[in-house]
C-alpha cells in the first residue's frame, strides 16, 4: 500500500458511497479502505468488506450490526465490527489519510467535528451534516472537499480566485421530475413519481429532496460556509440537460461554468485527487449530440422550498439546522404515504 492514501467511507452502501468505491476500485494504487460504515445494509457491507478488506467495519443499527458479525464469520474475516460509540476508537488505531462522509445522518456531526481538528482533509457529500455543523466548519474551509457536483463545480471555479471578486454563484438544477407539471396537480403524485429522477442516480430522500427543491435551497445554504460567500449572492437557475454543474459570475462580467455529463464518480474523484486530475474514461461528453443546454427561472409557486432556504440562509444561526431536520422529518413522512407531496414544504415552513 505505499502510497495510497488510506480511507474511512462513512456510509459506505448508499448511493455516493457505491460509487466511492467504484472509484477505489478503478485506482487501487492511489486508494485503499482502512474502515467501512453503515446503517442498516448488512448484506452489501459484507460484501464491501470482502472487496475491500478495511481494517475495521461499523454499523449504527444494532440487529444489522449482528447479522453483519455472522456473515462476516461465514466468510472467515476477522475484522472487527464496530458501534457508533466505538468509532472515535476504531478511527484512533488506523492509518487514516481522508475521512470520505457519503452518510447523510446528522448523528455523525460529532465525529465529523473532531476529525476536521486533527488537520485532515475531508470530501465530504453530506448536505446535512454540512448544514448541521454551520459555522463551526469556519476554521475548517480549506480541509472541506465537496462532492456534491453542483457545490464540486463552484469550488472548481473558484480555484484561486478571490471570494471578494464573486459577483454571485448560479447553482443549476434539473427541476425533478415536477418541472413542467401543474402546481394544482401534486396533491396526487406518488413517491414512485417523486423518485423518477431525470438526471441523476440518488438515494431515496435526496431524490425527493430533487423534486421539490429542497436539494437546492440545502446547497445555497452550504455554499456560504464552503466557500464564504453570503446567500444573497447565491441563487438557481434550472436546467434540465444537467450538463452545467453550477456557474460563478465575477464583478467583471466574466462567467465561469463547469460542464460534465452527469456521473457522480467525476466530482468523487476530484475530492480524492485533489488539486490534482486523474485520468477515467467514465466522463464522455458529447455537444454535438446534446445539440443545446436550456435554462429557466425556478417557478416560485411550483418550488417554494428556495424561498424557505434562503429565509433560513439569511438568519443563520441555527435556522438551517432547523429546516433541515424539519425538511427530514417531512419527507420521511411522504415516503411513508402519511402526506401528499405539496405538505412536505408546508410541514417544514
Same mark, same amino acid.
Request: glycine fraction near 2%; hydrophobic fraction near 55%.
Given at each position: 500500500m505505499t502510497g495510497s492514501k488510506g480511507l474511512v467511507l462513512f456510509g459506505s452502501t448508499g448511493s455516493i458511497g457505491t460509487q466511492m468505491l467504484d472509484v477505489v476500485r478503478a485506482q487501487p494504487e492511489r486508494y485503499h479502505i482502512v474502515g467501512l460504515t453503515a446503517h442498516t445494509n448488512d448484506e452489501l457491507l459484507a460484501e464491501q468488506a470482502v472487496a475491500f478488506r478495511p481494517r475495521f467495519v461499523a454499523m449504527s443499527d444494532d440487529a444489522a450490526r449482528e447479522r453483519l458479525m455472522i456473515r462476516l464469520e461465514r466468510h472467515d474475516l476477522r475484522i472487527p465490527v464496530a458501534s457508533d460509540e466505538d468509532l472515535p476508537s476504531m478511527l484512533s488505531r488506523v492509518a487514516l489519510d481522508m475521512p470520505v462522509v %457519503?452518510? &447523510? @445522518?446528522?448523528? +455523525?456531526?460529532?465525529?465529523?467535528?473532531?476529525?476536521?481538528?486533527?488537520?485532515?482533509?475531508? %470530501?465530504? &457529500? @453530506?448536505?446535512? +451534516?454540512?448544514i448541521t455543523l454551520g459555522d463551526l466548519l469556519e476554521p475548517f474551509r480549506a480541509q472541506l472537499r465537496p462532492i456534491d457536483s453542483e457545490l464540486s463545480a463552484v469550488w472548481q471555479c473558484l480555484a484561486g480566485e478571490d471570494p471578494e471578486t464573486v459577483e454571485r454563484v448560479v447553482l443549476t438544477a434539473s427541476g425533478g421530475p415536477f418541472r413542467t407539471k401543474p402546481a394544482a396537480e401534486l396533491n396526487d403524485v406518488t413517491a414512485a413519481q417523486a423518485l423518477q429522477h431525470p438526471s441523476w442516480r440518488m438515494g431515496r430522500k435526496v431524490t425527493v429532496d430533487s423534486a421539490t427543491l429542497f436539494n437546492k435551497g440545502l446547497?445555497?445554504?452550504?455554499?456560504?460556509w464552503l466557500f464564504d460567500i453570503g446567500i444573497e449572492r447565491v441563487g438557481v437557475l434550472v436546467h434540465p440537460q444537467s450538463i452545467v454543474h453550477s456557474m460563478v459570475e465575477f464583478v467583471d462580467g466574466a462567467l465561469?461554468?463547469?460542464?460534465?455529463?452527469?456521473d457522480m464518480c467525476l466530482p468523487i474523484q476530484y475530492a480524492l485527487t485533489y488539486p490534482d486530475r486523474a485520468p477515467s474514461e467514465r466522463v464522455q461528453t458529447n455537444f454535438a449530440k446534446l445539440g443545446s443546454l436550456t435554462f429557466e427561472e425556478p417557478d416560485a409557486e411550483r418550488f417554494p422550498a428556495l424561498k424557505l432556504a434562503r429565509r433560513a440562509g439569511e438568519v443563520g444561526g441555527t435556522l438551517p439546522s432547523v429546516l433541515n431536520a424539519a425538511n427530514e422529518v417531512a419527507v420521511a413522512a411522504f415516503l411513508n404515504r402519511k402526506i401528499n407531496f405539496p405538505q412536505i414544504t408546508e410541514i417544514v415552513r
Open positions: %457519503a452518510a &447523510a @445522518s446528522t448523528d +455523525l456531526a460529532q465525529v465529523v467535528y473532531d476529525l476536521l481538528r486533527l488537520g485532515l482533509p475531508m %470530501a465530504i &457529500a @453530506s448536505k446535512e +451534516l454540512l446547497e445555497m445554504i452550504e455554499a456560504r465561469l461554468a463547469q460542464l460534465s455529463t452527469p
